[in-house]
């Protein structure tokens, strides 16, 4: 029955059977991660640790500290800089509490009155009391009692924890285990030392690249406060490049923290000038900075990174934001790298396999 088909139909059924296939896949993947997530969350977190500082403790072998001290001087130096980046921003914020309240206060009466004025919206008048209402308590919650306004501490105490343990075990034990999965990969020994080594020149790379395009929104940022006299311009920049690890979001996130405190403090025009700068600096600027940054490191196109980035976070969540766009360069470069092994010609020179994660 199927050999009478004409042979244009026999494949694009074929095709579209193998897209079905793929289609269930993914949703398969999601709906397990969705059930695992409080167990995948911690080892997956823990993987691109082990991933992207697993050079460090190489680096401290070679020099001959054992690797277990060597993964210890990782991870405490990840906690203190974690603790530092937390209680400076949290320190900061909270010395300003009440007069990060205030000028909530202040922004929602100018917002309210610029809508009345402008746009005749009578409403934003009850609108704008309403949440002020709600403003200080919000303000207390988040800068005085955030140990008590988080009903999931706990939650969080377990995921970091859990994080922590996987992290150092992964920085420890990385090549015995990147040893043990390629020797169950299904592939030759080069083969899967191609495929595990791609993903994780993939992961530094990309970190390396969010490193470098945070750091220079931070900049511009940082400095664009000091310019419109923005209270808090330092905590403004940490946060900035902090949140820059959380790809799109963070960075957008931080810039209306940004507008929020400078409308209060210096009016409509000052807090424009600021939008305009937190535009630039994640717009027209950014777009000079990440073609050098992800060229150099991912080589993709910053188009390429955008969309695979928002699909896979659409699909994914807080996992597809962070890994999509490293899965998709390790996945060109292990195409490219196997192609060359098989045909003969072996992996390129800056292509050679090394163990996970370290």
């Not at 929020?260 to 409509?268: E, Q």
């Not at 766009?325 to 020179?349: F, I, K, Q, T, W």
């Amino acid at each position: 029955m199927a050999e009478s088909l004409p042979g244009w139909l026999r494949r694009w059924g074929v095709g579209a059977w193998l897209v079905v296939g793929m289609v269930l896949v993914i949703v398969g993947a999601v709906w397990v991660l969705a059930l695992t997530k409080s167990i995948v969350g911690p080892l997956i977190f823990g993987a691109v640790v082990g991933a992207v500082a697993g050079v460090l403790v190489d680096r401290m072998e070679n020099r001959g500290v054992p690797r277990a001290a060597g993964a210890g001087i990782v991870m405490l130096g990840l906690v203190l800089v974690g603790v530092l980046v937390v209680g400076l921003v949290l320190g900061g914020i909270t010395s300003q509490a009440s007069h990060v309240n205030g000028e909530l206060s202040d922004a929602l009466d100018k917002v309210q009155a610029w809508a009345s004025d402008h746009f005749g919206v009578t409403s934003a008048q009850d609108a704008a009391q309403d949440i002020k209402k709600v403003v200080p308590d919000l303000g207390h919650t988040l800068l005085v009692g955030v140990a008590h306004g988080i009903s999931g501490l706990t939650s969080i105490l377990v995921f970091l924890g859990f994080s922590a343990f996987t992290s150092f075990f992964l920085l420890k034990d990385g090549p015995a285990m990147g040893r043990w999965i390629e020797r169950h990969m299904g592939m030759q020994p080069a083969e899967a030392r191609i495929v595990t080594g791609d993903i994780v020149r993939a992961l530094r790379k990309y970190f390396l690249g969010l490193t470098i395009v945070g750091a220079f929104n931070a900049a511009v940022v940082g400095v664009g406060a000091l310019i419109v006299g923005a209270p808090l311009p330092g905590t403004i920049a940490v946060v900035t490049f902090v949140a820059s690890y959380v790809p799109i979001i963070g960075a957008w996130t931080a810039g209306i923290f940004a507008f929020a405190l400078v409308l209060a403090d210096s009016g409509t025009g000052d807090a424009f000038i600021m939008a305009a700068i937190v535009f630039l600096a994640n717009g027209p600027l950014q777009q000079i900075v990440q073609p050098i940054a992800y060229g150099a490191t991912l080589q993709l196109n910053p188009l390429v990174v955008f969309s695979v980035t928002i699909g896979a976070g659409a699909l994914f969540g807080m996992v597809g934001l962070v890994l999509g766009a490293p899965l998709v360069s390790a996945a060109v470069n292990v195409n490219r790298d196997l192609g060359e092994l098989r045909s003969g010609a072996g992996p390129p020179a800056g292509a050679s396999p090394e163990a996970v994660p370290g």
